[in-house]
């Protein structure tokens, strides 16, 4: 296994255009998570699967975005109608499924700058 | 509201001097806090899990420490290659649907000059 593997690595779009974001996690691993992070700020959570259901999505996550994880593999983050704004680095996070705190291995993330 | 935050917000030290940083948390019940190493255009990379008070674990020249309300990386006698971002994390203790929800900090920047 190569770890959590994310594509494209950087995308540049035109303003109003829609992207996708895929990621592949390990393949073992049951969670997966979506961050964004912009420049000298942390990870800021976006979304988290359990297998193939989303179990959360943050509040502050327009209805711009949306993610899925078909059959419990990969997921994809999807971005509509794209704003300046959405410029950021996406994140990529798997963590197998446990009842300990979850350590997360991170995909080397998406980079998004929107014209 | 769950929350974490990080200080300084960058730190320059002449190689082989020693610092700390820290991590504050508020978070409801705390299942686990993290270390993580971010470099330049890539993802966070796993260093350290704490959970409870008291707690300490070191890897090569770092040392994180746990209290109630606080985390601390030490940094041993640094190199150069130690420079990097450093973000702290927290998981909370909820049967709510923020259970496996790991939130992160802003980061320390730290560079370690030769």
């Known amino acids: 296994d190569t770890g959590v593997s994310q594509n494209p690595r950087h995308k540049i779009t035109k303003r109003g255009q829609n992207v996708t974001f895929r990621c592949d996690p390990i393949s073992e691993h049951n969670r997966l998570y979506w961050y964004r992070q912009t420049l000298g700020q942390g990870p800021e959570f976006l979304t988290y699967f359990q297998n193939e259901a989303q179990l959360e999505k943050s509040r502050l996550l327009s209805d711009r975005f949306s993610a899925e994880r078909p059959k419990g593999s990969f997921s994809t983050l999807e971005i509509q109608r794209t704003e300046q704004g959405d410029s950021a680095m996406y994140l990529c996070?798997?963590?197998?499924?446990?009842?300990?705190?979850?350590?997360?291995?991170f995909g080397a993330g998406s980079r998004l700058t929107v014209l | 509201e769950d929350q974490v935050t990080q200080s300084p917000e960058a730190l320059r030290l002449q190689e082989g001097e020693s610092s700390s940083l820290n991590c504050s948390y508020t978070v409801s019940g705390l299942r686990g806090l993290f270390w993580y190493r971010q470099d330049p255009g890539k993802g966070p990379e796993f260093l350290f899990t704490l959970y409870s008070a008291g707690e300490e674990k070191e890897k090569e020249r770092l040392k994180a420490t746990l209290t109630k309300k606080e985390s601390f990386l030490h940094i041993t006698a640094p190199k150069p290659e130690d420079s990097a971002t450093y973000l702290c994390a927290v998981q909370a203790n909820t049967w709510e649907t923020s259970y496996d929800k790991v939130i992160f900090g802003p980061g320390t920047s730290l560079s370690v000059i030769p």
């Open positions: 996070a798997s963590s197998p499924l446990n009842s300990g705190a979850n350590v997360l291995t």
